[in-house]
């Protein structure tokens, strides 16, 4: 039943890439308060098109500042599947403008790639999902599954009211399980499952020492350098072979599995060493460079501050020293309990003579992970290699994506990410773009997994 | 033949006072150029003084920005030893202005304490010197011994043209040994002879690795963070007994004798905890904080950066993290071969995966040590305890005076340090003051000094 919707995509490639142009165009900044009215004008055009193929219960849900696009589509009836399907109808500022060679707001195809502010991330993706379901709708009359969508208008800005709707609301998103078209793929034409993230958690840790910077030569032998002990604290952390050591971290993290070595062998990875400029790769003793990003947790030092800062010289012990910790999780580790040993660590190596205080950050996330052998990955798999006519790639990434572990934690659904991004998109950068293989290949991914998941 | 001069010194006391004064009103803040033509009227002061009592070949040694004043008095004879004389007549910024109780450039009297910016920093002593040798001249006729003066306007912006200028004109300032007051007592009314000063010298230590900040999802795993790096290296230099733990850093430092731990035991010493707010003190394992502070090299990390510094999280593996350090130094070590000692060791620790460069601070110091048994030491000795009626103690001290270092590096001749000031000043600070019991005391100290140093 798929060649028909496929067959009026390509009939309709035209007036459909116009109708994408039409939603690119509309500034939906989520940021910028003088382009309250084109976020908004931006759901409008959401909410047209959902009525326009079919959808029903169509709401803006309002929040305290953009609005979440909720609509449904129930008729597959009650022995379909359901989906959450969720995305995002705001973009990143433009800044700096000089930089873009053509219009953000006015789409334009070169080589290619459709060049617009939001193409990629992620008018484009939201948008290929409504045409899809559109071809669906126009060529059987129906869709093979039901559907809810929440398309919100603040990820860009931290998504700071959605968590709350998709609590207040549960049995409004209820689903089956949850699709998200809000990533890539880890080349243009490769087609890339996204099975895992990890999740995050974060502390600050301050040393006090005296209550003014000192003079070295009159104290310099009698006051601890807050520095100094917040650098063996820091190194107390972890070793030079790149293995956290702080008692249980690592606590509950399961095994890399041969199987899962063998995937992430298989992904055609960026070269960090060009891609960073660094003089060569260094990570956890007993897994390559691309594991470590991918499946093994992390804990980087993001800042460090204290004491003089200027030019030259100022012979001082200072007042205090501060470092900024986040951390990285996999599966098994729960943020909580890793900032609760992180205070424990630096409770234990703490030298007297200074204070020590950690500030647990609040904006925290568990790992997320599927199965890469789960039906509903399965079937993402084979649609994408159908579509593509590639052999797929499975990875897990270091990055973390908040919506996911929200509606894991809320839900507790299996999530599918379905990206079609590519490393090349320059998301929330100047000529942000998106390949058309990506947007064509990416709606025949979709036609041929809602009829695979559907038959279940 | 001291008591004439000390009865002159006492009934001028009301006019010096006034003379003091005006010299102290004039606002020479060397580092301001807006005071140009202040530090110079505060040069032809000094010269005027310098002429009206009896100096010759008075002169302004002109440099790029202040001049140094020179004056001789060479009449005692050739049997007569010849002192030469170093102080400087310019003065620290006064600001924050609002935190003075009267105006930094109009004196005035308060509880036994002189208040006027420059009153102990350094004009304060420059003055007494002066009004002693008008002592000694109105009432004996002559001085004890020869002098040669060398009061420079730029101490307080580095001494930038002291050290050429001293190399320069080795003969005019050749004398047999040397005095400089612009050092302080242990307290208020406890003579001090200061008979030892550290030397210093700096590194500026910068790890670099990605030439970018990466996202630390991305690339965390693979780069080694150069902030963590820099934190291994730091923690390297020093252990929790705050023992340096730098290959050669003590090599040739002279174990402190069981006479001079004594010495350092009597010295009444400044409660660390209470001075600056720290929970306890932490000394070198084996010494005491007294003798650590005093006698014994120090280590310590005056600033550090790298990454994001703001509120809050930003999940970045930063591109660089600087650290500045400067040591103490004490008889033994000599700052080239410390500084050398200090790169050696990060080449040897700094960790693959990243580049470490350390930049040698060009501003360095020998330390300086008398034997407090020498002759010149001890007429000092004798001369405080006779004017303040009170026993001496002897202190070596953490801080460094670059011009003590150049005067023993030039013309390797003893050199007295015959500090007035006390912890109280307040140096540099609002509210610098001189007690009026140094003044007095001080001048009194100074008739007997000379009047001893000549009669050997």
Request: with cysteine; net charge negative; glycine share 8%.
């Amino acid at each position: 039943m798929s060649e028909k919707a496929l067959t009026y995509l390509m009939e309709s490639r035209d007036r459909l890439l116009q109708k994408l142009n039409e939603f690119l165009s509309i500034p939906s900044v989520s940021t910028d308060s003088v382009h309250k009215n084109d976020v908004r004008q931006a759901a409008n055009f959401l909410e047209t098109y959902l009525s326009e193929i079919g959808f029903e219960n169509i709401k803006q849900l309002e929040t305290k500042k953009h609005p979440i696009v909720y609509a449904e589509y129930t008729k597959a009836g009650p022995e379909a599947p359901t989906v959450l399907l969720y995305g995002h109808y705001d973009v990143q500022p433009v800044d700096p403008i000089e930089l873009w060679d053509s219009d953000p707001f006015q789409p334009e195809i070169r080589d290619g790639r459709l060049y617009a502010r939001g193409s990629s991330d992620d008018k484009g993706q939201v948008f290929m999902h409504l045409a899809v379901f559109e071809a669906l709708m126009k060529t059987e009359g129906k869709l093979p599954l039901n559907v809810k969508v929440c398309l919100e208008g603040e990820e860009e800005i931290g998504s700071e009211n959605l968590y709350s709707m998709l609590q207040e609301k549960k049995d409004l998103f209820q689903a089956d399980f949850a699709v998200i078209s809000d990533s890539g793929m880890v080349a243009n034409n490769q087609p890339t499952i996204l099975y895992g993230l990890k999740g995050f958690t974060g502390v600050e840790i301050t040393v006090s020492g005296p209550d003014h910077d000192l003079h070295s030569g009159m104290y310099g032998g009698a006051v601890r350098n807050p520095i100094m002990a917040l650098s063996h604290i820091l190194a107390s952390m972890k070793d030079v072979d790149e293995v956290v050591t702080i008692d249980g971290f690592y606590d509950g993290v399961e095994d890399l599995a041969e199987e899962e070595r063998q995937l992430i062998k298989q992904v055609p990875s960026e070269d960090f060493v060009k891609a960073t400029g660094i003089t060569e790769t260094v990570s956890e003793k007993g897994y390559t460079a691309k594991e470590h990003t991918m499946a093994r947790p992390t804990l980087e030092i993001n800042g460090i501050y204290g004491g003089y800062q200027g030019e030259g010289t100022k012979t001082i012990i200072p007042t205090s020293a501060t470092a900024k910790i986040t951390c990285r999780l996999v599966p098994g580790q729960d943020p909580d309990t890793i900032q609760q040993a992180i205070v424990s660590h630096v409770e234990k190596v703490a030298p007297k003579g200074v204070n020590v205080q950690v500030k647990k950050e609040k904006l925290s996330a568990k790992a997320y992970k599927v199965e890469p052998n789960h039906p509903l990955i399965q079937k993402a798999a084979e649609s994408y290699t159908k579509a593509f006519g590639k052999e797929i790639v499975f990875v897990r990434m270091g990055g973390s994506i908040p919506v996911v572990e929200w509606i894991e934690d809320i839900y507790n659904m299996p999530i599918v990410l379905l990206g079609f991004g590519t490393p090349d998109d320059r998301l929330h950068s100047p000529n942000e773009s998106f390949p058309l293989n990506s947007y064509d290949k990416g709606m025949e991914t979709l036609v041929y997994y809602w009829n695979e998941v559907a038959n279940r």
